[in-house]
């Protein structure tokens, strides 16, 4: 199970920390995809980890103001979210997937997802 947290309303050109917990799965063995989902509009990936925190990748949409890491002793990932902007407003989701070294950017490919949390950005 995943549990993603700290979403929140912030006005444009602030923060947010995203956190997604895990339980019944070691993190330790599984590549990590944060996503998001707006009104109206198709999912699309963020950012994502490999299973040692070694590689990342991040959407251009988001590139130089989101950072992902992890903490394998917490079993939690993290989306630091700086420079907000309004359309980063959505539902994001962190996902996880039994994968050991790399990234993996293909949504399909993600077997646990959890239930999201709202990023609303608004002055």
């Known amino acids: 199970q995943l549990v993603e947290s700290g979403g929140g309303l912030v006005q444009p050109g602030g923060s947010l920390r995203l956190s997604c917990a895990a339980s019944?799965?070691?993190?330790?063995?599984?590549?990590i995809g944060w996503f998001r989902q707006a009104p109206g509009k198709e999912r699309e990936g963020v950012s994502y980890?490999?299973?040692?925190?070694?590689?990342?990748n991040y959407a251009d949409s988001v590139k130089g103001r989101f950072t992902i890491s992890r903490d394998n002793a917490k079993n939690t990932v993290y989306l630091q979210m700086n420079s907000l902007k309004p359309e980063d407003t959505a539902i994001y989701y962190c996902?996880?997937?039994?994968?050991?070294?790399?990234?993996?950017?293909?949504?399909?490919?993600?077997?646990?997802w959890g239930q999201g949390t709202q990023v609303s950005v608004s002055s």
């Open positions: 996902a996880a997937v039994l994968r050991i070294g790399t990234v993996v950017v293909t949504p399909k490919e993600y077997n646990y």
């Open positions: 019944g799965l070691i993190l330790n063995y599984y590549a």
């Open positions: 980890i490999s299973s040692s925190g070694g590689s990342t």
